[in-house]
């Protein structure tokens, strides 16, 4: 091939992410695919490159999309100018449980805003994987949904949770209302987390497992009861390390008697070794799970669902006997 464009933006090398996912039979999952260029630029190109399965009969594409259609493996595989890149899908069966109440309390705060390496920003990507999410879900069975989201004013340490709905089986509404989100604002976990107690409190069915889905993209630093910080702002790191302490103490009651499943997706929140031990202690032992960036989040929220399946029926991930639940 002769190139006899800019030597700048000749491609040079095409990588998918994920490189490999799990799925059910019936599930759906868009895969990326970026090229890097002479430049070290790299550019998102999933709807100008062509896509194809190595066996349509265990995996079919549309697009970028993959559907598992029978269970067994096979290869995502994706071309760009002359390049090429494959992931590894496996396909298991569909996985029966306990039908859940589950509560998500997810954070839209300002840093949602930020952009990651393919030009999408993190409530973009967070969203793409809650529709996948909601698409697990089993109204036959019964499971059913709620949704909360939280940010907060720091100056005033005023909380702002915006419960979108209760606990339903109508998952096309709870995630119309989830997508018209916009992100803004601080991080007030615990007024949240008194939300999802409330809802639970007052609409838990009998035989229902209680499963609350945190997510958050940074430490929470609004305080409960509004109490109102100095001007100078040099106390910062005892409002934080306060706020954190709140909802460890929420936490600590939902857990309690294996009375609620706790999962937390974590998203940059490793900078502080202590604030990152403390977020990953919110959640139920095996189900925290942490985002390296942006592009993973949909592979987290599109999987999670699955993972507590087979983790209850299997009795792997877990170190408490949810039998109980």
Known sequence: MCYTGDNARQ????????????LSVGQTYPFDAYVTFADG??????????????????????????????????YVQVLYEG??????VTVEASCADQPMDL??????????????????????????????????????????????HFGGIYNTQTPDVVRLSDLTTDYAKVEGLALAMVAYGATGIADAL?????????QHKAGNRKVLLLFTDGYSNI?????????????????????????????????????TLVIVIGLDVSGDAGHYATVQSWATTGFYFDA????????????????????????DGLSIGLDNV
Not at 83 to 88: K, M, Q, S
Not at 292 to 315: M, N, R
């Open 223 to 259: 305080l409960e009861g509004g109490d109102i910080p100095d001007d100078t702002g040099s106390n910062t790191a005892a409002i934080r390390t306060a706020a954190m302490a709140a909802v460890t103490s929420r936490m600590t009651t939902f857990k309690a008697n294996d009375d």
């Open 103 to 148: 509560v998500v309390v997810f954070d839209r705060s300002d840093s949602m805003n930020t952009r990651g390496s393919g030009g999408r920003t993190r409530i973009e990507r967070a969203k793409e994987g809650l529709s996948l999410m909601f698409d697990q879900l089993d109204s036959v069975a019964g499971d059913r949904v709620a949704f909360l």
């Open 194 to 202: 008194d939300a999802a107690t409330t809802i639970f409190a007052n």
């Open 292 to 315: 390296g960036d942006t592009e993973q989040l949909v592979t987290l929220f599109s999987t999670v669902l699955h993972s507590i399946c087979k983790a209850v029926t299997s009795g």
């Open 11 to 22: 491609a040079l090398s095409l990588s998918i992410k994920p490189t490999s996912a799990t």
């Open 41 to 74: 630029s790299v550019e998102l190109v999933s709807d100008k490159a062509d896509w194809k399965s190595s066996d349509s009969g265990k995996v079919s594409m549309d697009g970028r999309n993959a559907t598992a259609v029978a269970v067994g493996t096979a």
């Open 83 to 88: 390049l090429g890149a494959e992931a590894l």
